[in-house]
């Protein structure tokens, strides 16, 4: 069975630093998803970024950016120049496999402190 | 940007009472989800559908559980009779493909809050 653990419950971060979120996960496949979901107060799901496995190149979106590394079967997130707006809770997840269902981690609640 | 709409944003009900949740996935997407979140708990899959029926669920997803798409544009969960431990955020999701491909991306509604008292 898959597995997602996200170890670290809340963070901090001040306006503008750079913060590293990290994500595990468990799987006998090998070709899979991950995925890393924003959720702030309105509590809505929103996309962050995505990895697929078979790449090597880690993903990128703006001031987001992964460090997959696909042996240690880990994928942490990095957020860069920290602002206000990304106070929220980010979920890590993971698609692979015969199932179609996202496996989600228990979160990190990140607060970034002005 | 297309979106998942989800209706009613927050609902309140008695327990032992039906609830009807709604959402109106993207219009081009074939598979459809149901997620729920207890307050302060992770996301748990609940179930997906596909081509007019389950194609997998959970084991939180109980007789008192059912989906339909009954137009062919809504896709709706109902609580036959609510208990106090279904108060949750219930979230509706679709997307366009399946496999491993641009379109296994899910798009998620903004959550439907359901309170039972």
């Known amino acids: 069975a898959q597995t997602v653990t996200q170890s670290q419950p809340e963070m901090s971060v001040q306006e503008a630093e750079t913060v590293t979120l990290s994500c595990t996960y468990d799987t006998s496949e090998n070709n899979y998803y991950l995925f890393w979901y924003k959720q702030p107060p309105s509590r809505q799901m929103i996309l962050v970024i995505r990895q697929e496995a078979y790449k090597q190149q880690n993903a990128t979106e703006n001031r987001f950016s992964v460090n997959f590394q696909k042996a240690a079967k880990s994928f942490s997130l990095k957020i860069s120049d920290s602002q206000l707006g990304d106070t929220a809770m980010y979920f890590c997840?993971?698609?692979?496999?015969?199932?179609?269902?996202?496996?989600f981690g228990t979160g990190t609640l990140l607060a970034v402190q002005p | 940007e297309p979106e998942v709409t989800q209706t009613p944003s927050h609902q309140v009900t008695q327990m032992g009472q039906e609830v009807i949740l709604r959402c109106v996935p993207i219009s081009n997407h074939l598979y459809f989800y149901w997620y729920r979140q207890i307050l302060g708990q992770k996301v748990e899959f609940l179930v997906s559908?596909?081509?007019?029926?389950?194609?997998?669920k959970s084991e939180i997803f109980d007789d008192q559980f059912s989906v339909e798409r009954p137009d062919g544009s809504n896709f709706t969960l109902k609580i036959r009779s609510t208990k106090l431990e279904d108060s949750a955020m219930y979230f509706c999701?679709?997307?366009?493909?399946?496999?491993?491909?641009?379109?296994?991306?899910?798009?998620f509604g903004a959550g439907s809050r359901l309170t039972v008292l």
């Open positions: 997840a993971f698609v692979g496999g015969a199932t179609n269902k996202l496996i």
């Open positions: 559908f596909y081509n007019n029926e389950i194609s997998e």
């Open positions: 999701a679709s997307r366009a493909g399946t496999g491993l491909s641009g379109a296994n991306v899910l798009t």
